[in-house]
């Protein structure tokens, strides 16, 4: 009987993780449906533990808050390889599938940490090159690919190395579309890095204190395009890793799609964040459309 019921609390807490990438994470959610059956369970579990803390400062009405939560994760990542139970149906999905998977701790902890890193940034505090952002993209996107190989038994140097682009490019470019959301936040657009800003006339300082400004809308959709740049060399990196890539790879690197649909919404709306475009449909385009583009790759075994 307890066995049954444990099958049950487990079924349902995978449920839960699917609920949650659907409703948080739409275009990943899509792309893991193209996943083989067998690799599916594990890809939303680490799927939805990126969401849950991604989301942690969001949710929080205190940032204190968020920061608890997301601390909160970095001792349950721990407790999970220590075989110890947790009272969550995410984590207990991850215990599961790190269980019946060899799925390094390491890449969630680095996940996670790179959060807390970020959680604990003043909000005037402004990251300083290109390079931090990519590097921050590879800890909280490209580990997820990473994960993802590995619980599909997939051991792949040049996969790992596409995964790695697709993660950064992913970041990126996300983060570029966040910059409305977190200049609402009171973050001050805090995703342009001081020497993008700097070359394009955003950077300012005010008593003392170094900020961004949005007073000029060229100046920063210039920098949105610097960085967007960056991201795209990124995609065509991983692309041209595509004929040393395993078949059975290709599927996990199918992120790939939604991030170059927001490059190219990005582009369509020349580079302007805040052009309500950007928001509509799924990464600006339309459901169906995006659902198209997404089953035609997956068809032809192309990211």
Known sequence: MSGSIRSSSLKSAFSYCVQQVRSYDYHNYLCLLELPLEMRRAAF????????????????????????????WQDAVDKIYANKLIEHPIAQSLSSIVSEHKVSKSWLKRSIEARINDA?????????????????SEDTQST???????????????ADHAASHIGKAAG?????????????RQRLFAYIPS?????????????????????SREGLCNAVFEVASVA???LQKARELSKTIP?????????????????????????????????????????????????????????
């Open 144 to 158: 997820i690919l990473y994960t993802t190989l590995q619980s599909g038994g997939i051991n792949s140097t040049a």
């Open 195 to 215: 020497d993008v800003a700097s070359k394009h006339g955003l950077l300012i300082e005010d008593g003392g204190q170094t900020g961004i400004t949005a007073d």
């Open 45 to 72: 579990a680490l799927r939805a533990f990126n969401v849950e803390t991604a989301k942690a400062m969001d949710v929080a009405s205190d940032p204190r808050i968020g920061l608890m939560r997301l601390l909160w």
């Open 172 to 184: 990126l470019a996300l983060l570029l579309r966040s910059l409305p959301y977190h200049s609402s």
């Open 232 to 234: 795209n060399s990124h």
């Open 247 to 303: 078949a059975e790879a290709i599927p996990v690197l199918l992120p790939a799609v939604p991030t170059q649909v927001l490059l190219d919404s990005l582009r369509r709306v020349h580079f302007d964040v805040f052009d309500p475009k950007l928001q509509r449909g799924v990464l600006g385009i339309p459901p169906l459309s995006f659902q198209l583009k997404l089953k035609w790759h997956s068809w032809r075994g192309r990211y």
């Open 120 to 136: 604990q940034r003043e909000p005037n505090e402004i990251l300083k090159t290109v390079e931090e952002l990519e590097k921050y």
